[in-house]
């Protein structure tokens, strides 16, 4: 398995506070990925990353920021968490074909 | 973009039955395809891929999926199922480009 870290894995947070996931990569991979996945939708894509500082909208971007200043981490940021983002995160990342996945985060907003 | 449709949101099926989880993906002039396996509480898992060459693959536990392009399909195949196959199952296709999307699952449940 790709070494992808997920942190935290589970967290609850009050409406309107930001909320930072991390994701670690020890696997010097190019791109990396962020999804949310809920009931009846699968996993659908927040923001992706094509390299260092390059990054690019998903489906579900609003309301989701990102940052990558090192290949191996991939931030997803929430500005002002609402109810809505209650959701289990996902990150991955590619170095060719298929994509790796970390654990989750599973994030409540209460 | 592209998209992908899982038919079957729930499939049951007893214990060494065979079983087939459907999926379609929308036209492009080449895709990759993936199976995804979640168990619970688990992230995804790659459980088998086409790239290019023989439609047919397979996976080491049994798993085979077939693409066909005229049907734009990758069902996802099992001949005998076991209760450790309890599970959900993710269709995905990535094109030329760096995105991936996926269906919205398929839940598999073996009944002993």
């Known amino acids: 398995d790709a070494g992808i870290t997920q942190s935290p894995r589970h967290k609850v947070t009050e409406t309107g506070t930001p909320v930072t996931l991390r994701c670690h990569q020890t696997e010097n991979h190019r791109y990396m990925y962020w999804y949310r996945q809920d009931p009846g939708h699968g996993l659908r894509l927040i923001h992706y990353s094509y390299g260092v500082k390059d990054t690019d909208k998903g489906e579900v971007s609003d309301g989701y920021s990102v940052s990558r200043s090192k290949t191996e981490d991939f931030l997803l940021t929430l500005e002002s968490a609402t109810s809505s983002q209650t959701s289990v995160y996902f990150c991955?990342?590619?170095?060719?074909?298929?994509?790796?996945f970390g654990q989750g985060t599973r994030l409540t907003v209460v | 973009a592209q998209s992908v449709t899982q038919l079957d949101s729930q499939v049951p099926v007893f214990e060494e039955a065979p079983v087939e989880l459907r999926c379609n993906y929308s036209s492009s002039v080449s895709v990759y395809l993936f199976w995804y396996v979640q168990y619970p509480n688990q992230g995804l898992q790659l459980l088998l891929k086409y790239l290019s060459g023989s439609t047919l693959v397979e996976s080491i536990n049994g798993f085979e999926a077939e693409f066909n392009k005229s049907q734009t399909s990758f069902h996802l195949r099992k001949p005998s199922v076991h209760i450790s196959d309890t599970a959900e199952y993710f269709c995905a296709v990535r094109g030329t480009g760096n995105q991936f999307y996926f269906g919205t699952g398929t839940s598999l449940t073996v009944i002993p």
């Open positions: 991955a990342s590619r170095e060719n074909t298929e994509a790796f």
